[in-house]
Every structure is written in C-alpha cells, then in structure tokens.
C-alpha cells in the first residue's frame, strides 16, 4: 500500500453563509499532524518543532450541518462542501463554482457522492474535524453503520475518501456506487471578467478506462491565445481492506450527481433573474459525470474501508495519473 502523508493544513469546519468561500488557516511550517484514524502518518521531518498538546484533537458538531462548510486542503489540492456531506453550487468569484474540489489552478469536480445498498447515503448525522481530515457519521444503511473520512495527502494533486462500514452478525455482500461529477474550470477568469467563464469554459468529456473514471478537457477557446489539456481521475484507492472491494462496472453521461440528480441549475451572476434558494449547479457549469459500481464484503463482525482517490493536473491526462498513483 503507498504510504499517505496527511496535509499539514488543518480542516476548516465553521457555520457561514452559503455564498461564502472559507479562508483556509496555514499551521507553522513543519507541524507535524496527525492522520485519519486508521492510516498512517509520517513525520514532517527531522526538524518538525514539538507542538504543545492540545485541549482536544478533533471537534464535532450535529447543529445545521447543511448549513455550514467544511474544508480538507494542502498545499496542491483542497475540498469544500457542506459537514452534512453534500456539494450544493457556492461561491460568488463564478457564482456557484467555488465549491467541490481543486487543484489549483484547476478545479477538478463538483462532487463525489456514494450509495450502500441501492440508496445514496446521509446527509451526515455527526461531523468532526481532526488535524489534517474531516469525519462524517452516516446514516445507517440495512443495518450497517456508515462513516466517511475526507483528507488530502500532502503534497499531492489529489483528495482520497474513505468511506468505513461496520457489519453486523452476519457476512454481506452490499452494492456500493460512486458517482463523480466533473468541472474542469480555471480558477480564473471569473464569472463577469472581461472575457468570463460563459466564453473560457469547455465542455468537458467523461470515459470509464475499466477501472476508473477519467475527465478531460482539452481545447482552445475562442476568445484566448493559447489551448490547455486537463484532467482528473476517479477511483478506487489501494488500502488493506481494498480485497473486500470488487468493481463490477463503469457509466458515463450527462448526470451522476448522486442524491443531487436531477440538479437545480442557478444563472449566471449577470443574469438579473433572482437565484433560487439552492442550487446544485450554474450556467457556467459544463462538466461530466460517471459512476463506479463495486461490491463490498463486509464480513460478520468486522469493519471495512474503502479508500477512493480524486486527483488531477492541469497539464493533462498522464501527470493526472501519476498524482492519482501517488496519492
């Protein structure tokens, strides 16, 4: 299993209104965090100075979890969505953009959502933030207790999901989807620059390669000087109980935004038509989707997690591969 060093960038976890984009705290260089419950962390380095302890090493929270945003980032990629674990459109540089996952300069995905046997799962009962990850407890699902666990490796173009369950008295064998929805977007210009993402965006094109889900966009626009070839991958992650995870099929379209299909689209911001309440998505959106089908063996008694990995580079497909290799 390729060993995984948490981000040195705390989670940001607070209740803000639901256009607002959160300001991401850095710690002192070389603080040393601790990982995701259950994976490993390395150390910074010979030099990482002593950190004094804190009063507690997560925080959580029940109240309003759709209302409020929580952040995983480091220094190549970061994750913003709401703590019940859902991605509606934020953000107000491109109205409704700001969210879902990123590798800057890039955007990578509107969202990652999963379903346990045939029913997409939460939204989040319980969320906690830990140094270097987020934790959501789910609603059970046929008698199994759902959790999942968001962090970006350090120094890595990529986020990796974790998604544990615990069984029961008995051995199941459960279906498990993964829906992605793509937004290859650069994180400027915005969405009424002077040319804005209306004329820059390109449509991206979504493929299952057998084993993942791969995202590409590639082109010029018509209003700039010069072309861009980008990508993301989607996939299941290598981890010790990924034996219990077996990949039954891939699909592609339109859609695949999990329990936010079919989505609310917002206008743009120059469109003086009042905006709904919620949206899912924005005028300026012109992604993909796809989803993984899997079955996991959850034995009796036992806990299982699967990890999956979302990673990407604007300087294409191969490099995307390799950060999703790497992740």
């Avoid at 960038?9 to 639901?18: E, F």
């Avoid at 993964?178 to 969405?191: I, K, R, T």
């Avoid at 999990?258 to 919620?278: K, L």
Wanted: proline share 11%.
């Amino acid at each position: 299993m390729p060993h995984r060093r948490p981000s040195r960038l705390l989670v940001l976890a607070a209740a803000l209104p639901a256009l607002a984009l959160p300001i991401l705290p850095a710690l002192p260089a070389g603080t040393a965090l601790a990982g995701p419950p259950g994976r490993s962390a390395a150390p910074t380095g010979p030099t990482a100075p002593t950190v004094a302890a804190a009063p507690a090493r997560e925080l959580s929270t029940t109240d309003r979890l759709d209302d409020r945003r929580f952040v995983v980032a480091g220094p190549r990629a970061y994750e913003v969505g709401t703590e019940a674990g859902r991605y509606p459109a934020m953000g107000f540089h491109t109205r409704g953009e700001m969210g879902g996952i990123w590798s800057p300069p890039i955007k990578l995905l509107d969202g990652l959502w999963f379903g346990v046997g045939g029913a997409w799962i939460g939204p989040a009962t319980r969320f906690t933030s830990g140094y270097g990850y987020a934790r959501m407890a789910l609603p059970a699902q046929q008698g199994l207790t759902v959790q999942r666990t968001d962090y970006v490796p350090d120094g890595r173009r990529a986020v990796v999901v974790g998604l544990t369950v615990t069984g029961g008295t008995t051995t199941r064998r459960i279906p498990l989807a993964v829906d992605a929805h793509s937004e290859l977007m650069s994180v400027y210009p915005w969405g009424q620059t002077v040319p804005s993402q209306l004329e820059v965006n390109l449509p991206d094109t979504a493929a299952f390669d057998g084993r993942r889900l791969v995202f590409s966009d590639r082109g010029r626009p018509p209003v700039l000087a010069t072309g861009h070839v980008w990508g993301a991958i989607v996939g299941a992650a290598d981890g010790p109980d990924a034996g219990y995870l077996r990949l039954l099929r891939g699909a592609t379209g339109a859609g695949f935004r999990g329990p936010q299909q079919p989505p609310v689209i917002c206008p743009p911001s120059s469109d003086p038509t009042p905006a709904p309440p919620r949206c899912d998505d924005t005028a300026y959106g012109r992604g993909a989707g796809g989803r993984l089908s899997y079955e996991l063996t959850v034995p009796a008694g036992r806990t299982v997690t699967a990890w999956f990995t979302v990673a990407g580079s604007d300087a294409g497909l191969r490099p995307a591969a390799d950060e999703f290799a790497a992740a």
